[in-house]
């Protein structure tokens, strides 16, 4: 059968072009013994995959690794029934064959598929783990997230706001700060592009800052480190603002000796170190979700050709919310 | 009595100044009822000591703070005899009187009274706690530190040693990385004026760095960062290269998405919080002094008002292991 995928034909160097990445066609064949055929429908874009671009992880002229939801549509692999919604890495692609090693079944309880990609999914799992795992964010704290209109940092303030934390979040434009206060019930925000962000933390925490939720870095990390509270945890998602940079070099952190006193934390981390938390991250995402108190937006381009479009549009704030690409709707 | 002290004159912007500094005489009356009168014998000059002159921690036109050994001269306190040795924080001045509340005496066991200044000190609970306690060095392990030929780096190399680790230095002499490599037993030591930071760190350690016990900040700070192993700590003593700056701002570091993927932690420290564990400290270091393992330099300075010389000489390399002065020889 005909599928089609996106592989990296050159290395970006600074913000990729569409032009750095290919759409090929290719055969997949049809399920053997123990195989199933997926066809993938939604597909994760995440800030994280940009340094893998030119680093080298990412191979060349081959379909790039993302997460993403499929659709079992054969099976000759008892573990699998057609029409099981399965999780996998296999993003960048229309069908793939897998022997099911690979492959993480999906039970749905009435919430929508895609949210397995963001709020009940690795996004999800990133924002709690990182909060709460790492940034140990305790009530009556006051925790920053930057990048908060994003699919981490949304769902950063919320749980921050459902544990009883004061909350500040930046964004990257005014309507983004609407939706950080009016929908999201942050505590304070602000945008960057047009403000001096030692300021306004100063002015939005004037107790100083708890948990500093890293998804930038530069010059928020530098803002952040001066206002940080004695014993303050820094948990370190992602540093977008350095991601196109050769060796994602961010603009120079010079406020760092403030964590000698003050006894602060950072920690960089992955959302693969809490998988074994899965369970009771899922029992209490679904809780709020059903409960209203988890709000979620999605920004979804549609067909598997603009999934470079959807990976730039994470630098240029294409998004609010989680960024997916619609590769088929069933 | 005639005492003598040193004190803040102006705040010192850069390199400090002797001007910065004055001494000035002032009459110490007796002791009162449950007051002691102490003569302070040696005291101690840290790198610490220089961002409060600026920051304004430090106040102007009176005694400076800073950890001393005295003897008590007279007393009129109970707990406190005649010829007793107490460490105190009242340091940059020859005598004082105290009601004993901000006095610990110092029980010695046949070493040295200026020990406790820094091996068996602060110095060495400084070097023990940020080694152990934040930067968990196991055996097996390679570690690299900073300003290795001053009081805290040599401990920590030494104590690094002791617990089977490998163990890199920076300094900034070839003699001082003499002593590194010769006398106090370092895998491998480079004196970082004539090197490429980063360069020297991927020969010294090739197979990366588990523990940056950082006390330099800046240019170290940023090589150490490309080289750190996965779950790599970072314990933050000190940014030695940036105390002269207004702000204590180092240079930049731009390389802090390092620690994202390889799930490095950077904690700042201050000696303070390993004051609990102060027992199993001095059991340890004891031993490992009377038994040869732990050695010790020191740059001795006499006279109080050697005491701003001192302090500036942290700065410029004068000193090869821990800086002191003597204020009185008995």
């Known amino acids: ?164 934390c004061r909350v500040i979040g930046s964004c990257g434009s005014d309507d983004k700060k609407d939706i950080l206060i009016n929908e999201l019930g942050f505590d304070y925000a602000f945008n960057y592009k047009d403000a001096n962000i030692r300021k306004e933390l100063q002015k939005g925490a004037p107790e100083g800052i708890d948990v500093y939720f890293d998804n930038v870095g530069g010059d928020h990390l530098d803002a952040a480190l001066t206002v940080m509270n004695p014993r303050g945890r820094i948990p370190v998602c992602g540093m977008i603002s350095a991601y196109n940079n050769r060796g994602a070099r961010s603009t120079g952190i010079t406020t760092l000796s403030n964590i000698i006193y003050s006894q602060v934390t950072l920690r960089g981390f992955v959302a693969t170190e809490f998988l074994p938390m899965k369970d009771r991250f899922l029992m209490e995402a679904r809780q709020w979700l059903s409960q209203g108190k988890l709000k979620y937006r999605e920004t979804i381009l549609n067909g598997i050709e603009k999934a470079p479009e959807a990976l730039i549009g994470l630098f240029t704030g294409l998004n609010t919310g989680k960024m997916l690409v619609c590769i088929s709707k069933k």
């Open 1 to 164: 059968m005909k599928s089609r995928e996106i592989h990296l034909k050159t290395r970006p160097d600074g913000l990729p072009k569409t032009s750095d990445f290919e759409l090929v066609e290719t055969d997949v064949p049809l399920p053997e013994n123990g195989q199933v055929l997926v066809k993938n429908l939604y597909m994760s874009v995440d800030p994280a995959m940009r340094p893998p671009l030119t680093n080298g992880q990412t191979k060349l002229n081959e379909a790039m690794p993302g997460g993403a939801i499929g659709k079992i549509v054969e099976s000759k692999n008892d573990a699998f029934a057609v029409g099981d919604h399965v999780l996998s890495r296999n993003g960048f692609r229309e069908l793939y064959l897998s022997d099911g090693s690979n492959l993480e079944r999906i039970d749905l309880m009435g919430e929508p598929l895609t949210t397995h990609l963001h709020v009940l999914g690795m996004t999800g799992l990133t924002a709690w783990g990182g909060l709460l795992i790492i940034g140990k964010a305790k009530e009556g704290e006051t925790v920053f997230v930057s990048a908060a209109a994003g699919a981490v940092g949304s769902t950063v303030g919320q749980i921050a706001k459902i544990k009883g």
